[in-house]
């Protein structure tokens, strides 16, 4: 199931100032609700090469290429 963003239609839109209107509870409601669906989604793409074991392989690959300011330094 794809997930897309909500549009901005143009009723949204506050013609003087041209800022967005506040959204009201359901749409605010709607919209969390959209967003953990597809975060859900995001959750579930793996495959079997998706291992620990893996990207303890790749972290120090990435740090060696990034000296000067390591992302995993310590996680593997």
């Given amino acids: 199931m794809s997930v897309a963003p909500l549009p901005v239609c143009a009723s949204m839109v506050e013609t003087a100032s041209g800022?967005?209107?506040?959204?009201?509870?359901?749409?605010?409601?709607a919209r969390a609700e959209a967003l953990n669906r597809a975060l859900d989604e995001i959750d579930g793409l793996t495959d079997k090469t998706d291992?620990?074991?893996?990207w303890r392989d790749v972290m120090p690959g990435i740090d060696e290429s990034r000296p000067h300011r390591s992302l995993f330094e310590g996680s593997y």
């Fill in 51 to 54: 291992t620990d074991e893996r």
């Fill in 19 to 29: 800022r967005l209107q506040p959204l009201t509870d359901e749409e605010r409601r």
